[in-house]
């Protein structure tokens, strides 16, 4: 029987298997690929997002650069990036490695734990606006002054509850991701660490950490270029406000181009996110070795 | 009992149980930290739940004067009566038939590419094509909403479903061929030796086999894409402008513009939007979750 060689040859002359992968590229080169060289060259153009459009040369680039907004929404990018990553991590470790045990109310638990990742954004962000009113919200209703702040109204404050929402909705997704990390630590380190007499703590920096290298960087990707797009969440809560506290780049983006109607530095900006988004993407693929999952292609 | 002699005998399933027996005696020392960590979570996520559920119920003149965290004494329904009337069936409508009409194709083309690019990896093409998906997982799509509404405008498709399904279509395909790759390469080549010797071709390859031995991935892909679609306020939000054409989470938006002051009926409708999803999660948990983490935690 053939099957027995192992690997036959896999050439087939005039294999039907590119027409297979067609419907997927025409679609995908239609509506990624294509916008995406567009938004390039759109980036050179005056287009009010109506009318026609007019080739402008670097006009667009010129105002967009030298906006002191965008060095401000790239900083709040950052800092939203930074800071939800510095939230969600050790949270999740925390619970992954909680998840990860087996007693029975954990699962209990979990049911409620990944109900905020079923919301819409949209809908999490509505929630949260009447729940944090100062007048007629949570706080102000259980007359607690601590609570009853004006929490969207000052930028500090925003900023924070962007923060705490965006650990809300997604820390359950990345303990998902930690506690199959954790399940996959063979028990005998934790036997052999045992028997030499190490604490829970120790045991959980130098067995639980190291093993969760891998775990760490995708779920840190994740999280990382996941931020870029926390647009629906932001324009509901805050409109990138109060004045441009939360205003992050794909914020400045809609709003420089459907509002204000200027598509031509919009998608300079556009071009920028999509810079911003690859470097990432490479570095953290540097960092690590590997990806979120393009060396288990790759290693095929 | 030799437990390496034990775990090299038995399947998958019972290694896991295997290994973790031990734990059971690690366990006695409780993880306080983790334990603490693990309820107030359960309190932080639970309160706004909690709070927005109760509120919905409330009539709009006992809200301001009742103790937010205690149920109202006689529960309406009121405030659900005045969202349906805000033609909220005809955004849930709206909603279904861009999901599903997103949905389908998109599994369908990514599951078609998937085998081709595992089944063709000989092929610089297909291997080309793989790239240039893997790429669209790094670039936050959302940047290219632009461009997107120019060619949905030269289509003729603005304010109509189809501008909403075709991108939906695109932005779904990279994660759907890398996660369905990821599954469709676990099956034995053997199989698909026999298969060419039996004389099928890869169309029938395709779904006779491929298909149905991936069959959880393809429902995971399918639940995580219809999810994220579902979900989706950017494109309604840039690719459609009447009334009458607007998704959920798009409504909802505009819902509380409206009524804003009216606290119990926005929260209403943040339930009511996201009641067929709760519905889907209490029926289909872990398939749901896994469906999130797919490809992730592999």
Redo the contacts between chains.
């Keep these: 029987m053939s099957s027995h060689t192992g690997h036959p040859p896999r050439r087939a002359p005039r294999s039907i298997l590119p027409w297979l992968a067609t419907p997927a590229l025409v679609v995908f080169v239609g509506f990624a690929v294509l916008p995406l060289v567009g938004v390039f060259a759109l980036s050179f153009t005056t287009w009010d997002g109506i009318g026609a459009i007019h080739p402008s040369g670097l006009t667009s680039w010129r105002a967009v650069l030298t906006d002191p907004g965008l060095p401000h929404a790239l900083w709040v990018t950052f800092l939203v990036m930074a800071v939800s990553w510095a939230v969600q991590t050790p949270l999740s470790i925390l619970l992954g490695t909680f998840m990860a045990g087996r007693q029975r109310y954990r699962a209990v638990l979990g049911v409620v734990y990944f109900i905020p990742l079923m919301l819409s954004s949209a809908a999490i962000a509505i929630a949260y606006k009447a729940l944090l009113d100062p007048n007629f919200g949570l706080g102000a209703g259980l007359k607690i002054q601590a609570l009853s702040q004006d929490w969207l109204g000052r930028p500090g404050l925003a900023f924070g509850v962007v923060i705490f929402i965006v650990s809300w909705q997604f820390i359950p997704f990345h303990s998902l991701i930690y506690q199959g990390g954790v399940q996959q630590i063979p028990k005998s380190l934790y036997e052999a660490a045992q028997l030499d007499g190490a604490g829970r703590i120790r045991q959980f920096f130098s067995i639980t950490l190291p093993q969760l290298k891998y775990t760490i960087i995708t779920s840190s990707t994740l999280m990382v270029v996941g931020s870029l797009t926390f647009f629906d969440l932001i324009f509901v809560l805050t409109e990138g406000g109060p004045g441009d506290a939360t205003r992050v780049l794909a914020l400045d983006m809609y709003k420089r181009g459907f509002q204000a109607s200027l598509m031509g530095p919009a998608s300079a900006i556009a071009v920028i996110l999509v810079l911003v988004g690859l470097t990432l993407a490479l570095l953290l693929r540097r960092l690590g070795g590997r990806d979120a999952g393009a060396s288990q292609l790759e290693g095929a | 009992m030799s437990t390496t002699l034990t775990e090299s005998r038995r399947p998958r399933k019972a290694i896991h149980r295997e290994?973790?027996r031990?734990?059971r005696q690690?366990?006695r020392?409780r993880?306080w930290?983790?334990?603490l960590?693990?309820?107030l979570?359960?309190v932080?996520?639970?309160v706004?739940?909690y709070?927005?559920l109760i509120?919905s119920l409330k009539a709009q003149s006992r809200?301001?004067a009742?103790?937010?965290?205690v149920p109202s004494g006689d529960p309406t329904l009121e405030n659900y009566r005045l969202v349906i009337e805000s033609d909220f069936l005809r955004y849930f409508v709206n909603s279904v038939v861009v999901t599903a009409g997103a949905v389908v194709?998109a599994v369908?083309?990514?599951f078609?590419?998937a085998?081709?690019?595992?089944?063709?990896?000989?092929?610089r093409?297909?291997r080309a094509?793989?790239g240039?998906?893997?790429t669209?997982?790094?670039?936050?799509?959302?940047?290219?909403?632009?461009?997107?509404?120019?060619?949905i405008i030269r289509l003729h498709l603005y304010d109509n479903l189809l501008a909403l399904i075709?991108?939906s279509?695109?932005?779904a395909?990279?994660l759907s061929?890398?996660?369905l790759?990821?599954f469709i390469?676990d099956v034995p080549?053997?199989l698909f030796?026999?298969m060419r010797?039996d004389g099928a071709?890869?169309?029938t390859t395709?779904w006779r086999l491929a298909a149905p031995l991936t069959r959880p991935a393809i429902l995971t892909v399918t639940i995580f894409n219809a999810?994220t679609i579902?979900?989706?306020?950017?494109l309604p939000l840039?690719l459609t402008q009447s009334p009458d054409r607007r998704t959920?989470?798009?409504a909802?938006?505009t819902f509380?513009g409206q009524y804003g002051v009216n606290?119990p009926a926005?929260?209403a409708?943040?339930v009511l939007?996201?009641l067929p999803?709760?519905i889907?999660?209490a029926f289909g948990?872990r398939q749901?979750?896994s469906g999130?983490?797919a490809?992730?935690?592999?």
Excluded: C
């Design positions: 290994r973790r031990p734990s690690a366990a020392r993880n930290v983790g334990g960590a693990g309820w979570w359960l932080i996520v639970a706004p739940l709070w927005t509120t809200y301001y009742s103790n937010p965290l194709p369908v083309f990514s078609m590419a085998y081709a690019i595992v089944r063709g990896w000989r092929m093409v297909l094509m793989n240039l998906f893997l669209g997982l790094a670039i936050p799509l959302q940047a290219t909403v632009i461009p997107v509404y120019l060619i075709l991108p279509i695109a932005f395909i990279p061929v890398l996660v790759a990821n390469r080549n053997e030796d026999s010797v071709t890869e169309w395709l999810l579902w979900n989706g306020f950017l840039v959920l989470p798009l909802l938006w509380q606290v926005v929260l409708a943040v939007t996201t999803v709760l889907l999660y948990r749901l979750l999130l983490t490809g992730f935690s592999r």
